[in-house]
C-alpha cells in the first residue's frame, strides 16, 4: 500500500472548491459521468485502431444509491487505470487543475452564471462527499488498484483483489450536509437534467417490462413480465444523426423528447452541421409564436459533446434566434469561465454568425420551396424575423427574400412585389415610395376603408417589434417612407399635386378654428383646417407617425435620444372646412348649442378611434339616447 500527499499547494483546496461551487453543487454527478464516458469512449478507439487487444461489447455506465452506506457508486467499463496512471492523473494533473482553476476565477465565481462547468471534474465529488474511493482495473494486464482520499491533501492506494473486470468505479461516502443526494428521485432527476443524451448507455436500477404475447395464445392469457435494466437516457439524439436519415417524425419525437410539456407541435426545423472553422451541430425548432415574445420557459439548450451545459445561450445564440427551442451542441464553446468572456470569445462570435447566416438561408428555402405554406405560417414566425432585421445586420440583408408584408385583403408580398405593386399609386409629389400600413385592422377599419377607396394597398404590421423594424427599412432603402393609416386624412397620407378647393374664406376659416380651438381647449388635440371633399368626415383625430412611432419603439425598448418615456399622447383634430357641419358652426349663433355641436363632433371622432372611455362615454351615450327622444 502506498500513502502520500497529494500534489497541491494549497492545503485547504478542498473547503475552496466546496465555497466557490456550492451554488452549484448538483454538478458533480455530470462531471463524474462524463468522466466515465470518456474512459468507455477512449476504450472504444483503442480498440478500433488495434491498439486495446479487448473485445469492447456494449459496455453502459451505472449509478447505484446504498441508503444504509450512505454511498453513491459511478460505475463504468471502460480503460481503467493502472496504479501509475492513477497516481499521474488523480494525484497530480486533475488537482493541479482545480488548484490552478480555483486561483483563476475565484473572485469572479459569484457573478460567473456558469463556473464550474467542466472545470474540476473528478475533484467536483468532494462538494458532496467526506470520503471518495476509486476502485479502478486497466484494460491492460495490470492489478486493479483501490484509490481512498478523505478530503485532506492524504490519500492511500493500494492493490486490490475486490475487481476481476476492467472500469472505474467511484464511490463517494456522501456528507451528513449532501444526503438530498442519497434519493432516488434527486438523482433520476439529475440524470435526466444533465445526461439524457449521453452518447453512452446509462443504467439506474432496474424496471419491469411486459412480453408481447404470441399471436396464438389463448383469449386472457396474461403477458409475462421480465426485469430490465433501467437505461435513462438516449445514446443517439437526432441531433447527431445525419438529417438525411431523419424523418419529420423522427424531429418532433425529438421535439417532445426536449420539451415533453410542450403539446403543440413546432412549425419547423433547423438542423445545424458545421466542422470547419468550429464544431458545432444541433437543431433548431420554430415554435409557433404570433406576437408572443415571451422567451422564459422552454429555452435552447447547449450541450457539450451530448453533455448539457446550461439553458442560458445569450452570446453564443443571437438575441433574436433566442425565442426559438432546440440544441446546440459544440466542444469549441469556452465553458468554464465568465459570461462576459464567453461573448467576447472569438469562437463564439463565428458560432453566432454561423446560425444567422444558417437560419436565413433556411428561411430562403423554405418559401421557394412552398410559398402557399410558409405564408399561412407567417404570423407564427413573422415576430423573429423582424426581431432579426432589427438586430443583425447580416440577417437584415437577406431578409428581403424571406420577410412577407400581408395586406388587409389578406395577399402576401416580398418587398420586391409590393414595390412594383404600389409604385403607381403610392408614389408622393417627391418621388418617395409611400408604404400604408395598419396597426391593428379593426380599430383603424374607417381609416383602412378610405385609404383602399383611392386604390391603395394597406399592409397589416402589428408585431411587438415593428416600430424598429420600420425605421430601419427607412434608413436602408431608398426614398422609402411607411404611415400608419391613421396618421394624417387619407389625402395627407401620400402628398400629390392636386388642386385643392376651399368653400370657405380665410376669415371663415379663422372663425371656425378659433370656435373649435376655445370649446374644446385640450391640449392633446392640434386643431387643423383641411379643404376636404364635402363627403368626408367633419372631424377626424389622427396621431402623427413620428410621434406615434417614437413612442411604440420606446414600449419595446428603445425611441432614440428624445426618450419618450413620459410623453403626453398628442393628436392632430382634423376639421374639414368644406364639409356642411362646418358651415352648421358658422351660422349657429346660440353659444350653448354651437359648444354642443362641436363637443358631439369630437366625440364621434374619439369613438372612432377608441379614444372615448369611462365617464366620457358613458356621457356620450345618454346624450345620444336625450337626442333620440328629442
Known amino acids: 500500500m502506498t500513502k502520500g500527499n497529494i500534489n497541491v499547494s494549497v492545503e485547504n483546496i478542498f473547503p475552496l472548491i466546496k465555497k466557490f461551487l456550492y451554488s452549484d453543487h448538483e454538478i458533480f454527478l455530470r462531471e463524474l459521468i462524463s468522466n466515465a464516458t470518456d474512459a468507455t469512449l477512449k476504450l472504444k478507439h483503442l480498440t478500433s485502431i488495434g491498439e486495446a487487444k479487448v473485445e469492447y461489447g456494449n459496455p453502459k455506465l451505472e449509478v447505484k444509491i446504498d441508503k444504509e452506506q450512505k454511498t453513491l457508486r459511478i460505475i463504468d467499463q471502460g480503460i481503467g487505470m493502472t496504479a501509475e496512471e492513477v497516481e499521474k492523473y488523480i494525484n497530480q494533473v486533475a488537482f493541479s487543475g482545480a488548484e490552478e482553476f480555483l486561483e483563476k476565477y475565484k473572485d469572479s465565481a459569484k457573478d460567473s452564471g456558469i463556473i464550474g462547468h467542466f472545470g474540476l471534474g473528478f475533484y467536483s465529488a468532494f462538494m458532496v462527499a467526506e470520503k471518495v474511493e476509486i476502485i479502478t482495473k486497466s484494460y491492460k494486464d495490470e492489478a486493479a488498484v483501490r484509490w481512498i482520499c478523505d478530503g485532506s491533501p492524504e490519500f492511500t492506494l493500494e492493490e486490490t483483489t475486490d475487481k476481476t473486470d476492467r472500469g472505474t468505479e467511484i464511490i463517494l461516502h456522501i456528507a451528513e450536509d449532501s444526503t438530498e443526494f442519497l434519493e432516488e428521485g434527486k438523482i433520476r432527476e439529475l440524470l435526466l437534467k444533465y445526461n439524457k443524451f449521453m452518447p453512452v448507455p446509462i443504467k439506474f436500477g432496474t424496471k419491469t417490462h411486459t412480453l408481447p404475447l404470441p399471436e396464438d395464445a389463448p383469449e386472457g392469457t396474461v403477458a409475462e413480465t421480465e426485469e430490465v435494466d433501467n437505461i435513462i437516457n438516449n445514446p443517439t439524439p437526432a441531433w447527431t444523426i445525419a438529417p438525411s436519415e431523419l424523418t419529420n417524425e423522427d424531429y418532433m419525437k425529438f421535439y417532445h423528447e426536449l420539451y415533453p410539456m410542450q403539446f403543440e407541435e413546432p412549425l419547423f426545423n433547423i438542423h445545424l452541421n458545421v466542422d470547419y472553422p468550429f464544431n458545432l451541430t444541433g437543431i433548431l425548432f420554430f415554435p409557433k409564436l404570433s406576437n408572443n415574445l415571451n422567451i422564459e420557459k422552454d429555452k435552447i439548450q447547449l450541450y457539450q459533446n451530448q453533455v448539457f451545459v446550461t439553458d442560458e445561450v445569450k452570446g453564443i445564440v443571437p438575441d433574436f434566434l433566442m425565442l426559438l427551442r432546440g440544441v446546440i451542441d459544440s466542444p469549441d464553446i469556452p465553458l468554464n469561465v465568465s459570461r462576459s468572456y464567453l461573448q467576447a470569445d472569438g469562437a463564439v462570435k463565428k458560432i453566432s454568425s454561423y446560425i444567422t447566416k444558417k437560419v436565413a438561408d433556411k428561411m430562403a428555402s423554405l418559401i421557394n420551396e412552398n410559398r402557399e405554406d410558409y405564408e399561412q405560417k407567417w404570423n407564427d414566425i413573422k415576430v423573429v424575423i423582424e426581431y432579426g432585421i432589427v438586430t443583425e445586420d447580416k440577417f437584415a ?147 402623427p407617425e413620428f410621434m406615434r412611432r417614437m413612442k411604440d419603439m420606446q414600449a419595446t425598448g428603445g425611441g432614440g435620444m428624445f426618450g419618450m418615456g413620459g410623453f403626453p399622447e398628442m393628436y392632430n383634430l382634423v376639421v374639414n372646412s368644406n364639409s356642411e357641419f362646418a358651415n352648421q358652426i358658422l351660422k349657429t349663433e346660440n353659444a350653448e348649442e354651437k359648444e354642443g355641436l362641436i363637443k358631439y363632433a369630437l366625440d364621434l371622432a374619439k369613438l372612432s378611434q377608441n379614444l372615448l372611455k369611462g365617464k366620457d362615454l358613458t356621457d356620450f351615450i345618454q346624450r345620444s339616447y336625450q337626442n333620440l327622444n328629442k
Request: hydrophobic share 30%; charged share 35%.
Open 397 to 543: 440583408e437577406k431578409s428581403d427574400k424571406f420577410t412577407l408584408y400581408p395586406t388587409t385583403d389578406g395577399k402576401y408580398f416580398l418587398w420586391n412585389e409590393l414595390e412594383e405593386k404600389i409604385k403607381p399609386n403610392q408614389t408622393d409629389k417627391d418621388g418617395n415610395l409611400v408604404v400604408l400600413y395598419t396597426s391593428n385592422a379593426d380599430e383603424q377599419h374607417s381609416y383602412i376603408q378610405s385609404a383602399k377607396d383611392k386604390g391603395y394597398e394597406v399592409l397589416v404590421l402589428d408585431s411587438p417589434v415593428i416600430a424598429h423594424v420600420i425605421q430601419k427599412l427607412e434608413t436602408s432603402k431608398d426614398k422609402v417612407s411607411f404611415v400608419r393609416v391613421d396618421a394624417d386624412h387619407v389625402n395627407n397620407l401620400i402628398k400629390k399635386d392636386e388642386p385643392i378647393i376651399s368653400k370657405l374664406n380665410e376669415a371663415e376659416k379663422e372663425s371656425l378654428k378659433k370656435n373649435v380651438e376655445e370649446t374644446i381647449n385640450d391640449k392633446k388635440f392640434t386643431v387643423q383646417l383641411e379643404d376636404l371633399d364635402s363627403t368626408d368626415a367633419p372631424f377626424t383625430i389622427t396621431q
